[in-house]
């Protein structure tokens, strides 16, 4: 499973893809610019190469990376997320206006495997508007139906944090519901000590 990390931040995909395929998992490169995100990366990662800006990525940085199976990335939220209370721009916005460029990048990686999965990450809180639009653009690059699953991490963990994940293939509906809340995990001053 050779596969291509956008806007990687510490590496969360990794570790999934990691787990999931051990030694059959292969990172071709990945493409972050948060220094502390870098740090804490290649901590974990350290043969890891990172092609840095996703705005500066050319065809053939990816033309060089020969046949991909799998690009993962969560494109900047700051434009589509209910927490900007300044004003959203979605899609037209700097940061989340991303969003192209990644499309361009899976174009060109698209040529070199047409099979190409994608696991493509954002904020649930996005304008419906957004969410279809993404969902009907990789659908044209994708020439298939790409699925915008729902999740909310609450469904495994004490924290709430919804989010769409666009893939190839639908991801099954997980039935199971987080019974723990937050008092069980809190550990009380008296616990801690001095």
């Not at 199976?69 to 969560?74: F, R």
Request: proline fraction near 2%; charge should be positive.
């Amino acid at each position: 499973m050779r596969y291509l990390s956008l806007f990687s931040g510490i590496g969360g995909f990794e570790v999934a893809i990691h787990t999931v395929f051990g030694k059959d998992a292969e990172c071709a490169a990945y493409s972050e610019i948060d220094k502390h995100a870098i740090i804490e990366y290649e901590r974990h990662y350290p043969s890891h190469e990172n092609l840095g800006d996703v705005s500066k990525i050319r065809k053939k940085d990816i033309d060089a990376l020969g046949k991909l199976d799998l690009i993962v990335g969560g494109f900047p939220c700051s434009d589509l997320s209910s927490m900007n209370h300044k004003g959203r721009l979605g899609l037209e916005g700097e940061k989340s206006g991303l969003f192209w460029t990644m499309l361009r990048i899976l174009r060109w990686a698209r040529k070199n495997n047409p099979d190409l999965k994608i696991i493509i990450e954002n904020n649930a809180s996005m304008a419906h508007r957004w969410r279809d639009l993404i969902t009907r653009e990789l659908s044209r690059t994708f020439k298939t139906t790409i699925h915008c699953n729902y999740f909310d991490s609450s469904q495994w963990v004490v924290q709430k944090r919804r989010r769409y994940y666009w893939t190839i293939d639908a991801i099954p509906i997980y039935e199971k519901q987080n019974t723990r809340r937050i008092n069980d995990i809190l550990v009380s001053k008296e616990e801690l000590g001095d």
